[in-house]
């Protein structure tokens, strides 16, 4: 299957600073990428969808202040968790849709970001 | 009542043994419905993608969707310690997936 790239996969940062992590679609061009946050023993909830070229869609309850999300170019998306928080704290997967189709979406290795 | 429902578990079975994952959903606009496979610490994999009633094979493992009970299922046959792992369910109308909680399988040696 396709490859998804996610940098980096663990990430330990001070309270206030910002976070940026990226994905990667290695062989393949993504028009949308997802971003999912999963704490433990739960299940991946999606917080936006982020589309080449155009803002991201934030699902409700999420932030986009505070998680901001660039899509620059077909292969590469970037969340920024800006100003950090211990609560921020998780597991950040990113995901790429290879064309139309759910059985065409790919994940990456995930992000755990831990806020100190 | 959450969208998907999936027992937590753990589930532990000896090698060999036949596991079933079940997952239930409250929304009837769900038409497509997939497996997925997480190790820890690891991004998802996709297992099995249905999108009707019925059954769906491959190797070992089987996927069942019963849309008018709404319940979905997953067979492993013969399993293996190698499918150790976080199994979790997902779902959509469209391109939005929900996700279960997980359900983390042990197979012991």
């Known amino acids: 299957g396709a490859v998804v790239s996610q940098h980096p996969s663990r990430v330990i940062c001070k309270s206030g600073t910002s976070v940026k992590i990226e994905c990667r679609s290695l062989d393949f061009q993504a028009t949308t990428m997802f971003w999912y946050r999963q704490f433990p023993k739960q299940s991946l909830m999606l917080m936006a969808t982020s589309n080449e070229g155009s803002k991201a869609t934030y699902e409700q309850g999420v932030e986009k202040d505070k998680f901001l999300i660039n899509h620059a170019s077909l292969t590469l998306s970037t969340l920024t968790v800006t100003s950090a928080h211990p609560e921020d704290s998780s597991f950040y997967i990113c995901?790429?849709?290879?064309?139309?189709?759910?059985?065409?979406?790919?994940f990456g290795s995930g992000t755990q970001l831990s806020v100190l | 009542q959450k969208e998907v429902e999936q027992d937590p578990g753990p589930l532990s079975v000896p090698e060999g043994a036949i596991v079933s994952l079940n997952c239930t959903y409250s929304?009837?606009?769900?038409?497509?419905f997939m497996w997925y496979r997480q190790y820890s610490r690891k991004g998802p994999e996709l297992l099995m993608y249905t999108y009707s009633s019925g059954n769906k094979e491959d190797g070992r493992f089987t996927a069942q969707v019963d849309k008018s009970s709404k319940y979905i299922s997953l067979f492993i046959r013969d399993s293996q310690p190698s499918d150790s792992a976080t199994y979790l369910c997902a779902m959509s109308p469209d391109s939005k997936l929900t996700f279960g909680k997980g359900i983390t399988l042990s197979v012991r040696p």
């Open positions: 995901s790429a849709r290879v064309g139309g189709g759910n059985e065409k979406l790919f």
């Open positions: 929304n009837s606009a769900f038409q497509y």
